[in-house]
């Protein structure tokens, strides 16, 4: 069975822009989890979405948000681009949103 | 709040050697406690994890034991391989609730870089 699944795999942004980050999960599972990975530090926590509703939310500003298809992908969004979003951002699948979290090899996003 | 507190790397040893990486955490409630191992360019992957107090997880030579009485969940390997390098986390779980349902979310230390020299 395929993995998690995440695309692009890399994407260079300017300042300002808007970005759209997307995510497969396992086949079954039902939940999907946002991390941030800023270099030389661990996965921050953003969103987890289940069944299409958000049900948890890191310390992260309004910029950033998501949401879930009926298919149990995701996206993730974050608009007015800062030099601080520069970062790999994790998904992870879940079948309810317990533990344990699997993960994609993420999308390395660099911003201008 | 939750927080993983991990040794300081990077950690740089020899092929056979023993390998101990400690991690502490702090959480209110009853946490699972996992490892994850990032290899470069890549993802985590999930190396171990344990339930409950005095559990103990393994896998590939790797363990780790839940101590609650001393809030630590330290990693060991008996002899490491060049292939065991790469970056380490330790992370919790909690159970979280939010709007009458729950969720779990993982807190995941600073990350240890081990390098195995042949």
């Known amino acids: 069975d395929a993995g998690v699944t995440q695309s692009p795999t890399h994407l260079i942004k300017t300042r300002g822009q808007q970005v759209t980050l997307r995510c497969s999960p396992i086949?079954?599972?039902?939940?999907v989890s946002w991390y941030q990975q800023v270099l030389g530090q661990g996965p921050q926590f953003i969103f987890q979405?289940?069944?299409?509703?958000?049900?948890g939310r890191g310390n992260f500003p309004d910029r950033f948000s998501a949401r879930q298809f009926p298919n149990y992908s995701s996206e993730l969004n974050v608009n007015a681009l800062l030099l601080g979003d520069s970062a790999l951002y994790l998904c992870?699948?879940?079948?309810?949103?317990?533990?344990?979290?699997?993960f994609g090899d993420g999308t390395r996003l660099s911003i201008l | 709040g939750d927080s993983v507190t991990q040794m300081e790397g990077p950690v740089t040893l020899s092929e056979e050697a023993f390998l101990t990486i400690n991690c502490t955490y702090t959480?209110?409630?009853?946490?699972?406690l996992f490892w994850y191992v990032q290899y470069p360019g890549e993802g985590l992957q999930l190396l171990l994890k344990?339930?409950?107090?005095?559990d103990k997880g393994s896998n590939k030579g790797f363990e780790a034991t839940y101590r609650k009485e001393t809030t630590s969940f330290h990693l060991e390997k008996g002899s490491v391989q060049v292939s065991d390098s790469a970056v380490y986390f330790c992370?919790?779980?909690?159970?979280?609730?939010?709007?009458?349902?729950?969720?779990?979310?993982?807190?995941f230390g600073q990350g240890t870089i081990l390098t195995v020299h042949p």
């Open positions: 992870a699948s879940s079948f309810e949103g317990h533990q344990p979290q699997h």
């Open positions: 086949s079954g599972h039902k939940s």
């Open positions: 979405y289940y069944e299409k509703e958000e049900r």
């Open positions: 959480a209110t409630g009853y946490p699972s």
């Open positions: 344990a339930t409950k107090a005095d």
């Open positions: 992370a919790l779980s909690d159970q979280l609730w939010a709007g009458g349902t729950s969720y779990g979310k993982l807190t």
